[in-house]
């Protein structure tokens, strides 16, 4: 057997032993990374999160940009914060709450269906509470089909080991009212300089309207969309059913 055909037998015999250890550090590696997200919800179910993920994003990117990050966050929790705050972010970003269980197909098959009727208006998105909640704990601003994958991920175990006022709750508290603003507490008191339990139905509108787009629009100072967007969360919120689904914890908001 000449040297070429030994290298050639060699190579043939180590080939599938590297194989197996190739595959034996990707699926424990696989693994890990399928569990990491269920260990992080179930640890934030019980321990208010100091700090998410979208902050520390947020901060590196205004840094990059030249600003001088400014952060400001409290955790509250919820009687400390008006009622009205809770009413008026459902109204405004997640009417059927408590009827999904993270994802609403129901408003995802009417944005496409908009869409569809009108392409060149862009494709409006319809993301839940607790989807929302997945990308400001966990993840960062940036857009990809990546993100959105990780993000659907984290919805999961969410909704299946945290009760709706849990995500609720830990939402208002870390949601972006203004840049570097995080939380009811800390936008209270950044806009109205008032405590979050303080909040009036009216100011409490104007800062769940601003939620599309915080480091826009200034709810102390709403411009004629976001007024008008406030008082249509107020007219909203004498019209939903607030005490709906026997099948899961409901918050009972005083009148």
């Not at 994802?103 to 009727?117: G, I, Q, T």
């Not at 800390?186 to 339990?197: E, L, M, T, V």
């Amino acid at each position: 057997m000449n040297a070429e055909s030994s290298t050639f037998s060699v190579y043939t015999r180590r080939r599938p032993q590297w194989a197996l250890r190739v595959w034996s550090v990707g699926w424990k590696l696989a693994l890990t990374l399928l569990l990491i997200p269920p260990l992080q919800v179930l640890v934030v179910r019980f321990v208010d999160p100091p700090v998410t993920t979208f902050m520390v994003g947020q901060a590196i990117a205004d840094r990059l940009d030249g600003y001088r990050p400014a952060w400001r966050h409290r955790n509250v929790p919820p009687g400390r914060v008006s009622p009205w705050l809770f009413k008026a972010i459902l109204a405004a970003e997640d009417q059927r709450f408590y009827q999904h269980h993270g994802f609403d197909l129901v408003e995802l098959e009417s944005a496409l269906d908009k869409h569809r009727r009108n392409p060149r208006r862009p494709l409006r998105g319809a993301s839940t509470v607790t989807q929302q909640l997945a990308k400001n704990l966990f993840l960062c601003s940036w857009r990809s089909f990546m993100r959105k994958g990780l993000e659907g991920y984290y919805t999961l175990w969410l909704e299946l080991l945290w009760p709706k006022t849990r995500i609720l709750e830990v939402y208002v508290n870390v949601v972006e009212f203004a840049p570097g603003v995080y939380g009811a507490q800390a936008a209270a008191r950044h806009h109205f300089g008032k405590d979050a339990a303080r909040l009036t139905s009216r100011e409490a509108a104007l800062l769940a309207a601003v939620l599309p787009n915080p480091r826009r629009w200034n709810p102390a100072h709403p411009t004629d969309y976001i007024r008008q967007r406030a008082t249509e969360i107020r007219d909203q919120i004498r019209m939903l059913p607030w005490d709906t689904r026997d099948d899961v914890p409901v918050i009972r908001w005083p009148d």
